[in-house]
């Protein structure tokens, strides 16, 4: 049954602390983005990969990291740095030349405790 | 301008209504233009995909571009309570080219 798993569905965060949010792909899709969405706000992007080793920032990066070290696997790291980090993080993949065709995963909601 | 704006609703509507959701947009280059849904807590699936003006129909699903007023609308017939959700707008210029997400709006279909 191919699609995108993120993991955990509930995550909280303490102040001062990194945490990582998983995502994993079995559609062998070249191409994985994150997105963050806000109440009222839209999805916006954070970083997105088009090929293993190699990712672009997106228009919200300051905060965040990533790595793509497979094909399967673009992990998010929220560090510290991100001080308004509550909000719901979706993990996308997509076709190498297909990126306006999203498949999305369930999504992550990362709340400060 | 916002490059993309969203009536945010939430919208209510009778079971068997037709709904119309609209989004409007300022950038020309715009070439595809989608439509996501978007279930409560879950991540968006497209739903309608066009490239260029004009109609296209899928079911009760019918989505319209029109590119000279920058203007796009999503029409469902014979709307049921399994089509309450959020409907997300997105656009991109080119073929694998990053998306712009319109806010969404929340529908409702009461039975």
């Known amino acids: 049954d191919g699609g995108i798993t993120q993991s955990p569905k509930y995550l909280f965060r303490k102040e001062g602390q990194n945490v990582t949010l998983s995502c994993e792909q079995n559609?062998?899709?070249?191409?994985m983005y994150w997105y963050r969405q806000d109440p009222g706000q839209g999805l916006r992007l954070i970083y997105y990969?088009?090929?293993?080793?190699?990712?672009q920032k997106g228009d919200i990066a300051e905060g965040y990291s990533v790595s793509r070290e497979k094909k399967e696997s673009f992990p998010l790291t929220v560090t510290s740095a991100q001080k308004n980090p509550t909000a719901f993080y979706l993990c996308?993949?997509?076709?190498?030349?297909?990126?306006?065709?999203?498949?999305f995963g369930s999504g992550t909601q990362l709340s400060v405790l | 301008q916002k490059e993309v704006e969203q009536d945010p609703g939430p919208l209510s509507v009778p079971e068997g209504a037709i709904v119309s959701l609209n989004c409007t947009y300022s950038?020309?280059?715009?070439?595809?233009f989608m439509w996501y849904r978007q279930y409560s807590r879950k991540g968006p699936e497209l739903l309608m995909y066009?490239?260029?003006?004009g109609n296209k129909e899928d079911g009760r699903f019918t989505a319209q571009v029109d590119k000279s007023s920058k203007y796009i609308s999503l029409f469902i017939r014979d709307s049921q309570p399994s089509d309450s959700a959020t409907y997300l707008c997105?656009?991109?210029?080119?073929?694998?080219?990053?998306?712009?997400f319109g806010q969404g709006t929340e529908l409702s279909v009461k039975p």
């Open positions: 996308a993949s997509s076709p190498a030349r297909g990126g306006e065709k999203l498949f």
């Open positions: 066009t490239y260029s003006s």
């Open positions: 990969s088009q090929i293993v080793n190699d990712f």
């Open positions: 559609l062998n899709h070249d191409a």
């Open positions: 997105a656009f991109s210029y080119n073929q694998g080219g990053k998306l712009i």
């Open positions: 950038n020309s280059a715009f070439q595809y």
